[in-house]
C-alpha cells in the first residue's frame, strides 16, 4: 500500500499537481517574457495613447476570458472530465504568441491577447478543479500554493530571459517574441503525464447548479461578491509596469520589475497556502487584501525606482496571498459536484471586475495622470477589505 501511494507523489505532491504545476510554469515563461515587454512595445507603438490601450486591452481581454470560465467549468462538471478543456486552452495560448512578431495597430494587439485570454478561459476553471480533485482537502492550500507558485516562476523566468536576451537580440521584438513561442510548447508536452480524473455529473445538471451554487452555498456568494467588489480597483500589472516607462528609465528596467514581482509571487505562494491551511484561507486572503493597498500607494506618489520596485514586492505578495488561496477557498465551499463551476465564476468575478479595473484605470491615467488612477484602486481596495472583515467576522467563514 505504501509503495502505491508513493508511486502517486512525486517529490511529496500529488502526481497530477506537480506535472500541472509545470505546465504552467512553462506556459507562464512563454507568457510572461512576452508580456513583461509588451507595455514597452506599445509604448513605442502608439505614443501617448499607450495607457488607455493597455488597460483597455487586458481589461477586455480578462473578461473575455471569464466568461469562458464559467462555461468552460460548468460544461467539465456536466461531462465529468477536465483534461481535455485544459489541453486545448493551453495549446490555442501557446499558438497564438509568435503573431505578436506582426502587430503594428492596437487591434492586432486586441485580437491576440484576447486569443490568448480565450485560451485562458478555456482551461483554468478545469485545471483548477482537476488539482481539487486529485487532492484530499487538507492538502489543499498546500497543493495550490504549489501550483501558483510554479505559475510565478515561470512568471518569474520569463522576464529575467527577456531582460537577458533582449539586448543579445539586438532589441528585436519579433525574435524575442518567437523565442517566447518556443519555450512555450515543453507546456502542452507535459500534459503526457497527467491523468485525467473523471467525475460522475449528477443528473439533471443544469437545474442541480442552478439550485445549489448560489442558494445552498450561502458563503461561496458572499466571498465572490467581496473578490468581485475588490477586483473593480485591481489595476493591471502592465499598467502598473508602465509607470517606469512613464518616468523614463530603460527599456530593460520594465521586465526586471515584472522579474521582481515574480520571484516575490513565487518565493511567497507556498509559505502563503500552507498558512492558510493552518490559520484560515480568509485570514491570509485579508492580509492579500492589506498588501495591494500598500502597494498602490507606494506607486501613487513616488517618482523614483527604488520606491517602484518596493511596490512591484507588495503587490506580488498581495499576488501570493490571494491567487491560489481563493482557489482553495472557493474548493472548500463549494460542492465537489461544482468544482468546475465554482472555479469558473471565481475567475469569472476577478476577470470581469479586472475589465473595469483596466479600463477605468487606464482612462484615467490617460485622462487625469497616474495618481487619479491609483486613488481609484485605493478607494474600491479599501470597500473591499471593509467588506471582507464585515463578512468573515458575522458569518465566520
Same mark, same amino acid.
Given at each position: 500500500?505504501?509503495?502505491?501511494?508513493?508511486?502517486?507523489?512525486?517529490?511529496?505532491?500529488?502526481?497530477?499537481?506537480?506535472?500541472?504545476?509545470?505546465?504552467?510554469?512553462?506556459?507562464?515563461?512563454?507568457?510572461? $517574457?512576452?508580456?513583461?515587454?509588451?507595455?514597452?512595445?506599445?509604448?513605442?507603438?502608439?505614443?501617448?495613447?499607450?495607457?488607455?490601450?493597455?488597460?483597455?486591452?487586458?481589461?477586455?481581454?480578462?473578461?473575455?476570458?471569464?466568461? $469562458?470560465? &464559467?462555461?468552460?467549468?460548468?460544461?467539465?462538471?456536466?461531462?465529468?472530465?477536465?483534461?481535455?478543456?485544459?489541453?486545448?486552452?493551453?495549446?490555442?495560448?501557446?499558438?497564438?504568441?509568435?503573431? %505578436?512578431?506582426?502587430?503594428?495597430?492596437?487591434?492586432?494587439? #486586441?485580437?491576440? /491577447?484576447?486569443?490568448?485570454?480565450?485560451?485562458?478561459?478555456?482551461?483554468?476553471?478545469?485545471?483548477?478543479?482537476?488539482?481539487?480533485?486529485?487532492?484530499?482537502?487538507?492538502?489543499?492550500?498546500?497543493?495550490?500554493?504549489?501550483?501558483?507558485? #510554479?505559475?510565478?516562476?515561470?512568471?518569474? +523566468?520569463?522576464?529575467?530571459?527577456?531582460?537577458?536576451?533582449?539586448?543579445? +537580440? *539586438?532589441?528585436?521584438?519579433?525574435?524575442?517574441?518567437?523565442?517566447?513561442?518556443?519555450?512555450?510548447?515543453?507546456?502542452?508536452?507535459?500534459?503526457?503525464?497527467?491523468? *485525467?480524473?473523471?467525475?460522475?455529473?449528477?443528473?439533471?445538471?443544469?437545474?442541480? #447548479?442552478? *439550485?445549489?451554487?448560489?442558494?445552498?452555498?450561502?458563503?461561496?456568494?458572499?466571498?465572490?461578491?467581496?473578490?468581485?467588489?475588490?477586483?473593480?480597483?485591481?489595476?493591471?500589472?502592465? @499598467?502598473? @509596469?508602465?509607470?517606469?516607462?512613464? +518616468?523614463?528609465?530603460?527599456?530593460?528596467?520594465?521586465?526586471?520589475?515584472?522579474?521582481?514581482?515574480?520571484?516575490?509571487?513565487?518565493?511567497?505562494?507556498?509559505?502563503?497556502?500552507?498558512?492558510?491551511?493552518?490559520?484560515?484561507?480568509?485570514?491570509?486572503?485579508?492580509?492579500?487584501?492589506?498588501?495591494?493597498?500598500?502597494?498602490?500607494?507606494?506607486?501613487?506618489?513616488?517618482?523614483?525606482?527604488? %520606491?517602484?520596485?518596493?511596490?512591484?514586492?507588495?503587490?506580488?505578495?498581495?499576488?501570493?496571498?490571494?491567487?491560489?488561496? *481563493?482557489?482553495?477557498?472557493?474548493?472548500?465551499?463549494?460542492?465537489?459536484?461544482?468544482?468546475?463551476?465554482?472555479?469558473?465564476?471565481?475567475?469569472?468575478?476577478?476577470?470581469?471586475?479586472?475589465?473595469?479595473?483596466?479600463? &477605468?484605470?487606464?482612462?484615467?491615467?490617460?485622462?487625469?495622470?497616474?495618481?487619479?488612477?491609483?486613488?481609484?484602486? &485605493?478607494?474600491?481596495?479599501?470597500?473591499?477589505?471593509?467588506?471582507?472583515?464585515?463578512?468573515?467576522?458575522?458569518? /465566520?467563514?
Amino acid at each position: 500500500m505504501e509503495s502505491n501511494k508513493s508511486k502517486d507523489k512525486v517529490f511529496g505532491l500529488k502526481r497530477n499537481v506537480f506535472y500541472l504545476g509545470i505546465v504552467s510554469l512553462f506556459n507562464d515563461f512563454s507568457n510572461e $517574457m512576452v508580456q513583461s515587454v509588451v507595455p514597452v512595445f506599445l509604448g513605442l507603438l502608439l505614443g501617448g495613447q499607450a495607457a488607455l490601450a493597455i488597460g483597455v486591452i487586458e481589461g477586455v481581454a480578462d473578461a473575455l476570458s471569464s466568461f $469562458m470560465k &464559467i462555461l468552460s467549468g460548468a460544461w467539465s462538471d456536466k461531462v465529468g472530465r477536465r483534461k481535455p478543456f485544459a489541453v486545448v486552452g493551453y495549446t490555442l495560448s501557446v499558438a497564438v504568441r509568435p503573431l %505578436w512578431m506582426f502587430v503594428t495597430s492596437f487591434a492586432g494587439a #486586441m485580437g491576440i /491577447r484576447a486569443a490568448d485570454r480565450f485560451g485562458k478561459g478555456l482551461r483554468d476553471a478545469p485545471r483548477d478543479a482537476l488539482v481539487a480533485s486529485s487532492v484530499e482537502e487538507q492538502e489543499l492550500g498546500k497543493s495550490f500554493g504549489y501550483q501558483r507558485a #510554479m505559475d510565478a516562476f515561470g512568471g518569474l +523566468l520569463g522576464p529575467l530571459v527577456a531582460v537577458l536576451a533582449f539586448p543579445l +537580440l *539586438e532589441f528585436d521584438f519579433k525574435k524575442l517574441f518567437f523565442l517566447a513561442f518556443i519555450l512555450g510548447l515543453p507546456a502542452i508536452f507535459s500534459f503526457l503525464a497527467v491523468r *485525467e480524473v473523471r467525475t460522475a455529473p449528477p443528473t439533471e445538471y443544469g437545474k442541480f #447548479m442552478r *439550485e445549489n451554487m448560489f442558494r445552498t452555498h450561502k458563503h461561496f456568494t458572499l466571498m465572490i461578491a467581496t473578490i468581485f467588489v475588490f477586483g473593480l480597483g485591481t489595476l493591471p500589472v502592465a @499598467l502598473l @509596469l508602465f509607470r517606469a516607462f512613464e +518616468l523614463g528609465f530603460n527599456v530593460t528596467s520594465v521586465p526586471f520589475l515584472y522579474l521582481i514581482y515574480g520571484l516575490t509571487f513565487t518565493l511567497a505562494s507556498i509559505p502563503l497556502g500552507k498558512l492558510s491551511d493552518k490559520i484560515g484561507m480568509v485570514r491570509v486572503i485579508t492580509l492579500g487584501f492589506i498588501f495591494a493597498i500598500s502597494a498602490y500607494l507606494l506607486l501613487a506618489f513616488t517618482n523614483t525606482f527604488v %520606491w517602484l520596485f518596493a511596490g512591484l514586492v507588495f503587490f506580488g505578495l498581495y499576488s501570493a496571498s490571494t491567487d491560489g488561496v *481563493e482557489r482553495a477557498l472557493t474548493a472548500k465551499l463549494v460542492g465537489h459536484e461544482l468544482l468546475g463551476a465554482g472555479e469558473g465564476v471565481l475567475h469569472a468575478a476577478v476577470g470581469i471586475s479586472a475589465l473595469f479595473a483596466g479600463s &477605468i484605470g487606464g482612462f484615467l491615467w490617460f485622462k487625469f495622470g497616474h495618481a487619479a488612477a491609483f486613488l481609484y484602486a &485605493i478607494t474600491f481596495a479599501v470597500i473591499g477589505l471593509g467588506m471582507l472583515l464585515y463578512i468573515s467576522k458575522k458569518h /465566520r467563514i
